[in-house]
């Protein structure tokens, strides 16, 4: 089975605490990408990061850092020094290799608030 | 650059009525998806064109979806005759040529299809 799972349905935090949502995902597939998206109030999906399963060092952007550990199947997102800002909808999505579509098998999303 | 526009951004439609969707993808990009969400669930792949072909079309859900893109531009998905449960958000997205594999892919803002 292809299938992303984020068991957070919902995650409120103060300013400047750092969070973690969570992804865990299923693949038969030896290679595959997996993403994060964020989904603010107006709607549309942002980009984040796209990651190979070959590539297992773990990223840090700005605030932003990703854990990818393939031995547990998980592609965990942190904030640092959450900000109001970051307050909106996250995506984790799978893209298995082999898929001729390069389609997207998301996960239901995590809803993140942050409080000032 | 223009990104993925959608129209319209909002539908209210009665059972049995019949609703088309628009998605204009980013200039130049031959992969166009279509993607829906259902009630706060996850968001699920419906097919993807490269250029005016359809690549992967498994994830509409049954005949009364059609979905056309003439030309290899902009595309059409229609719902006819609409049910309650096509109630959701549809979004589009557009990627790069289909030679470099799982690029990120570009989302439009979604259509909300209300069928009451």
């Known amino acids: 089975a292809q299938k992303v799972t984020q068991a957070q349905t919902e995650i409120s935090v103060v300013e400047k605490e750092d969070v973690t949502l969570d992804c865990v995902y299923e693949t038969r597939d030896t290679t595959y990408y997996l993403f994060w998206y964020k989904q603010p109030p107006s709607g549309e999906l942002v980009f984040l990061i796209r990651r190979n399963s070959f590539d297992e060092q773990n990223e840090i952007s700005g605030r932003y850092s990703w854990n990818f550990q393939k031995s547990t199947s998980s592609f965990n997102f942190t904030i640092t020094a959450s900000q109001v800002v970051d307050s909106a909808v996250y995506f984790c999505a799978l893209s298995p290799f082999m898929d001729s579509s390069y389609k997207l098998i998301f996960g239901s999303g995590t809803r993140l608030l942050v409080r000032p | ?116």
């Open chain 2, 1 to 116: 650059e223009a990104g993925v526009t959608q129209f319209p951004s909002h539908s209210v439609i009665e059972k049995g009525q019949t609703v088309t969707l628009r998605c204009d993808p980013i200039s130049g990009h031959d992969n166009l998806y279509w993607y829906r969400r259902v009630m706060g669930k996850e968001i699920k792949f419906l097919l993807h064109f490269v250029k005016e072909s359809k690549q992967d079309e498994s994830g509409m859900p049954n005949n009364r979806f059609l979905a056309e893109r003439t030309g290899g531009t902009y595309s059409t998905l229609k719902v006819q005759p609409a049910e309650l449960e096509d109630s959701g958000v549809y979004f589009c997205a557009s990627s790069q040529d289909r030679d470099t594999p799982h690029n990120e892919q570009f989302f439009g803002p979604g259509t909300r299809l209300t069928v009451l």
